[in-house]
């Protein structure tokens, strides 16, 4: 497990070196901040669009720029590959 969002992000990059979520330019379109972000304590299993059921690390973010207007909303990263989980 991760100590926090700083150490999560470094070791997504070095898993992910081509991957851009949390890239500044990515963060800023979505109205995301890192400093508004938590890594949450505890793993999650959850399924993926296709149905594919994933242990996953869940970060709570804060969208500033949702339709519906600011709100806080978690995101899901595989604990192995720590690519994104899409859900629905």
Do not use: C, W
């Amino acid at each position: 497990m991760y100590k926090n969002i700083d150490e999560f992000i470094r070791t997504y990059y070095k898993k992910n070196p081509e991957g851009h979520y949390f890239d500044p330019e990515t963060l800023k379109f979505f109205g995301e901040r890192v400093s508004d972000m938590r890594l949450l304590k505890k793993t999650a299993k959850v399924k993926d669009i296709r149905g594919k059921e994933h242990e996953a690390y869940v970060i709570s973010r804060l969208q500033r720029k949702h339709p519906d207007g600011p709100r806080r909303t978690y995101a899901y990263f595989d604990v192995d590959t720590l690519d994104s989980i899409i859900i629905d």
